[in-house]
């Protein structure tokens, strides 16, 4: 015998074709794995699947049915798909399929239904199935679902392949399910705990699902039920003061006075006994005691407003009062104990005017023990739409008013706009705009200030040529300032009014922009 002669025994080209369609059996096993690997989800993963199987093992219909979970050992189809013809996989006949393979815990493959479930139950459309094939999804020793193939070509029967392959997809699939349920099951808690934090804080009024405001939201979490110091960073406008009410007022002092200076309107001697008080004849003027701030909150929250512009000379008595808990009122030597938990807030950067000897040092240690930092809402897109229909509401109900929303067009609009003046200007825009608007809805010329003006749109254009966003807007906030300066006049105060932002703000803007220069 020589070996040409074995090449063409047709014993051995039998086998060479049997190997030929193992491996594209496997080739297409892999791709199959493949596309359930990149399915994301329950669903998506059950839909790959069955697919894959179809194809793979050449069924005619096919289902998974999932079982145990929450259905308490119910049954459930989850998905299924055929190629043609009437659907046959229906609930009666999973109940067999699935029963037996739960019973025996081991696959069944069959030609003759009726022989294994009785000609009783095998009748009608059921006689249309050639051939039927119910593996067990195993997973941890449970079976945790049953996939189901039928053939109704007497042509593409089940067999042996079909058993080889489904040994290798049950397996893996068993894995597939298991973790992508695990997966949602997670997602679902993640999700629920951070819908669950963004109520808590929209019920202190405080909107945002940014993820600049997510992480203001964990800090606030941590700090709230303690009475550590805190101090907050933002440009004007951002929140910090109501920040700093929600952390009061939801903290242990609630119950407590909350007390907010702002550490820039006033002068240092006024400032001084602003804060720690006065006795009668301390000073020309002084007619009778006075107890200061710090007493004012004693028990709760002394809120520093713009902490930064403390004049030098109150910040040692103010370290001495907040490292001692003593103050001393004016015109007298005699100590007083206090008990305040102190806030404060800074527009602008506080380590910044420690480094230009400006603020002590020491102070700023002590005050920083937590730093929030509110970000501009620029840098919080996603969040200016959601505010923006909070304050609708507000403002509905505050002018009794019933305006339904925000025209489609205007939406990128309000994002694309810088709002200088943060979540205050959005405020008092939507605000203006629903009381001016006679429409059902807020629209383009209910926000004129968004319309370029011939002198803002230079101000984009000569800033184009600059790929930076950041360059653009400061241009456009530098000009917008001039032409409303231009506007009153001159007049720092009203066009701090006409931009909603506070005057000490615009001050700075004016001479950090080098406005009119
Ligand atoms: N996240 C927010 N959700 C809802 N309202 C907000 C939010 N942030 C700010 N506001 C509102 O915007 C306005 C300005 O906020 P706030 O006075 O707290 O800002 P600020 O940082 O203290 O500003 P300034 O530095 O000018 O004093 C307030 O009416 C406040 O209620
Ligand atoms: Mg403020």
Not at 130 to 137: C, D, G, T, V, Y
Not at 182 to 197: C, I, M, N, P, Y
């Amino acid at each position: 015998m020589n070996s040409s002669h074995n090449l063409h025994s047709p014993d051995l080209q039998d086998k060479i074709r049997q190997l030929e369609e193992q491996v594209e059996d496997f080739e297409n096993l892999n791709a199959a794995l493949e596309t359930i690997w990149s399915a994301a989800g329950v669903e998506e993963v059950l839909k790959c699947i069955v697919e894959a199987v179809m194809q793979v093992c050449r069924a005619g219909q096919c289902s998974i049915v999932l079982v145990g979970g929450e259905d308490e050992g119910e049954a459930r189809t989850l998905i299924r798909a055929r190629e043609a013809g009437e659907e046959m996989l229906d609930k009666f006949l999973h109940d067999l399929l699935v029963g037996w393979v739960c019973h025996h815990r081991m696959p069944l493959l069959t030609d003759a239904l009726a022989e294994i479930f009785g000609k009783a139950n095998i009748k009608g459309k059921y006689a249309g199935i050639a051939s039927a094939l119910s593996f067990p999804l195993i997973s941890e020793e449970k079976i945790t679902g049953v996939i189901n193939l039928i053939s109704g070509d007497p042509a593409r029967k089940f067999g042996e392949r079909e058993l080889r392959l489904m040994r290798i997809l049950a397996s893996q699939c068993a894995q597939f399910i298991r973790n992508a349920r695990l997966q949602e099951e997670l997602f679902d808690e993640t999700r629920r705990l951070k819908k669950e934090v963004l109520d808590k804080y929209a019920l202190y009024g405080i909107i945002g699902r940014s993820p600049e405001m997510q992480a203001v939201f964990s800090l606030l979490e941590r700090v709230i039920p303690t009475d550590v110091q805190v101090l907050l960073e933002g440009e004007s406008g951002t929140g910090k003061e109501r920040i700093a009410r929600a952390i009061h007022y939801n903290g242990p002092r609630q119950a407590e006075p909350f007390v907010a200076l702002d550490c820039g309107a006033l002068p240092a001697s006024l400032l001084e006994s602003e804060l720690f008080g006065y006795v009668k004849g301390a000073f020309t003027g002084a007619q009778k005691d006075r107890k200061g701030l710090f007493e004012e909150a004693h028990g709760g929250t002394l809120f520093m407003d713009e902490i930064a512009n403390m004049p030098s000379e109150i910040q040692a008595k103010f370290l001495r009062a907040i490292q001692e808990g003593e103050i001393r009122p004016l015109g007298t030597s005699q100590m007083r104990k206090v008990d305040v938990r102190i806030i404060a807030a800074v527009s602008g950067n506080l380590q910044e005017r420690v480094e230009a000897g400006k603020f002590r040092q020491d102070l700023f240690y002590r005050l920083n023990v937590v730093r929030i930092t509110l970000p501009p809402l620029r840098k919080r897109e996603e969040d200016i739409t959601l505010l923006a229909d909070h304050f609708l509401r507000t403002m509905n109900e505050k002018y009794h008013k019933r305006i339904k929303g925000f025209n489609a067009e205007i939406i990128p609009l309000l994002e694309a706009y810088p709002w200088p003046g943060n979540v205050r200007e959005l405020e008092h825009a939507v605000e203006r705009a629903l009381v001016l608007c006679d429409g059902e809805q807020l629209s383009r010329k209910d926000f004129s200030f968004l319309e370029p003006t011939p002198a803002g749109s230079d101000a984009v254009s000569a800033a184009l040529p600059s790929p930076a966003l950041q360059d653009a807007i400061t241009a456009f906030k530098k000009q917008y300032i001039e032409q409303v300066l231009k506007q009153t006049g001159g007049n720092q105060k009203k066009a701090a009014e006409m931009l909603n932002i506070q005057r000490t703000y615009l001050n700075r803007l004016i001479k950090e922009l080098g406005v009119g220069e």
